[in-house]
């Protein structure tokens, strides 16, 4: 999910426009002798409110009118042509996220410890973060204006929590009254007017699941092509989470849960000839149950919300260990340093303070320990244990407990820098991966707000931020 270093909307007010953030040398930009903060208010006639407007409006057009308002109050017009694939050379501004104005039982926010990060508390509920980055919107308050403006720019798909189709536990579960949880016409309109739909269940025990969640993805499935795909994941709580209509999902709970949904998937596959649903990762791992084949997710349509996350990174591990034995040298017995070939020698799109010479000074035996969270450890030890015993190295894999978050988190990605230094005195080794994906994608941070130099700096050996591309690098 995309992650903000803004302050939320709070309301729809704000200045018009869009601001101007950098200018590339020698672009079309830079001739037209725009600078950082100015702000494109207008192009064509036509006002722009962020920087999907500003490509909407400028897309496939070559003859072009800027209404730039400057940062001294002056506003000036700047009228050229340009060729239909020229690139402005401009970034701009994030935008501004919506927020959502539910009351979800489930909503992580709730879970949040106080000193969290300040974005962990930004609820949003926006159609054009749908459409960017995947993140998902209940449409029980977006607008008319909104609706319109998806289905003219074609903001397609959208990502939709459903979470139940029955109107009343709709409501229920998100805290509204069921005038705003219907979004039914919302729904069918996006359908009708070629818009594609990614639906989410958020599953939670004794609620929406059992009869419910069989008659929500039937109703889905009833609309697809139109609606891609499902994607049914469990409410994950915190130590925070207090709320008693709240039930926490258990062992038992996964697997019956598999059971109910494997005859749908069955029933999909032979009617539309696709999966269709799909469960999260957590639930079979939670079960204890192998997670499907490359097969069952086929283009993983949802992988983004934790559904295939493991079977791809299983299948890009099998992939690379299928390659052809590496150089002696690569293994690290021989003492030789050549970062051609050297198992961690490189370390691709480092944080500040993570450089590939550390990661080089690292791997001068090829031994050391990688941090991950609680569930998806015994999955990465197995691969690494392949890893090791093909390439010599001597990698060891270490459980990290959430005890930030505390509760059923037990994910990778929300380990936070205080858990990651609670088992230091585990390191065994030169050096020390941790997922790439617990530090903010635009800064070095953590989600319990640690930054990545200060957590460096209390290991006595190099942190390494890595990924499954990290294995592709150092196994060719």
């Not at 909307?9 to 020698?26: C, F, K, S, W, Y």
């Not at 999907?52 to 400057?70: M, N, P, W």
């Not at 050549?338 to 490189?346: G, I, L, N, Q, S």
């Not at 230091?424 to 030169?430: N, W």
């Amino acid at each position: 999910m995309y992650e903000f270093a803004v302050t939320p909307a709070i309301t729809q007010l704000r200045r018009p426009g869009v601001i101007i953030t950098e200018v590339t040398a020698d672009s079309l930009g830079e001739e037209l002798e725009l600078e950082p903060h100015d702000r494109i208010v207008r192009v064509n006639g036509r006002p722009v409110r962020d920087y999907l407007d500003f490509r909407f409006q400028t897309a496939g057009e070559t003859e072009l009118t800027f209404q730039v308002k400057k940062p001294d109050g002056e506003t000036i017009e700047i009228e050229f042509d340009r060729d239909e694939s020229e690139d402005f050379g401009l970034m701009f501004e994030q935008i501004v996220p919506r927020q959502c104005a539910n009351e979800c039982l489930f909503c992580f926010c709730k879970g949040n410890p106080d000193d969290a990060r300040p974005s962990l508390f930004v609820r949003d509920e926006d159609i054009r973060l749908s459409f960017l980055y995947g993140n998902y919107t209940t449409l029980s308050s977006v607008t008319d204006d909104e609706m319109n403006r998806i289905i003219e720019q074609r903001l397609s798909p959208q990502y939709v929590s459903v979470h139940a189709t029955d109107l009343k536990t709709r409501a229920y579960l998100l805290g509204v009254d069921e005038k705003r949880a219907d979004i039914f016409d919302k729904f069918q309109r996006l359908l009708d007017n070629g818009i594609e739909i990614h639906a989410q269940v958020v599953l939670c025990p004794e609620i929406n699941d059992g009869a419910q969640l069989e008659k929500t993805l039937r109703d889905l499935a009833a609309n697809y092509p139109k609606v891609v795909s499902a994607a049914i994941v469990p409410v994950a709580l915190t130590r925070y989470n207090t709320d008693e209509r709240l039930t926490r999902v258990t062992p038992e709970f996964c697997h019956r849960t598999i059971k109910e949904v494997e005859k749908l998937q069955k029933e999909f596959r032979k009617t539309l000839g696709v999966t269709f649903a799909f469960l999260g990762d957590e639930i079979y791992i939670k079960a204890g149950v192998e997670v499907p084949s490359r097969r069952h997710y086929g283009n993983y349509p949802q992988i983004e919300d934790g559904v295939g996350m493991v079977r791809s990174f299983v299948t890009k591990f099998e992939k690379l260990l299928a390659k052809a034995e590496p150089p002696a040298s690569a293994s690290g017995r021989n003492g030789r340093h050549d970062e051609r070939t050297h198992p961690f020698a490189v370390l691709p799109n480092a944080p500040s303070g993570a450089t590939s010479e550390s990661s080089a000074a690292a791997g001068g035996t090829g031994f050391g320990t990688m941090l991950t969270g609680e569930m998806f450890a015994p999955i990465l030890r197995e691969q690494v244990d392949k890893f090791n015993l093909k390439y010599g190295t001597r990698l060891h894999v270490l459980a990290v407990p959430n005890t930030y978050f505390g509760g059923d988190v037990s994910v990778a990605g929300l380990l936070t820098g205080q858990d990651l230094l609670a088992v230091r005195d585990q390191i065994v080794g030169d050096f020390v991966t941790i997922p790439k994906i617990t530090i903010k994608s635009d800064e070095p941070i953590f989600l319990d707000g640690m930054r990545f130099e200060e957590l460096q700096s209390k290991f006595a050996v190099p942190v390494i931020p890595v990924d499954i591309d990290f294995f592709s690098e150092i196994s060719s």
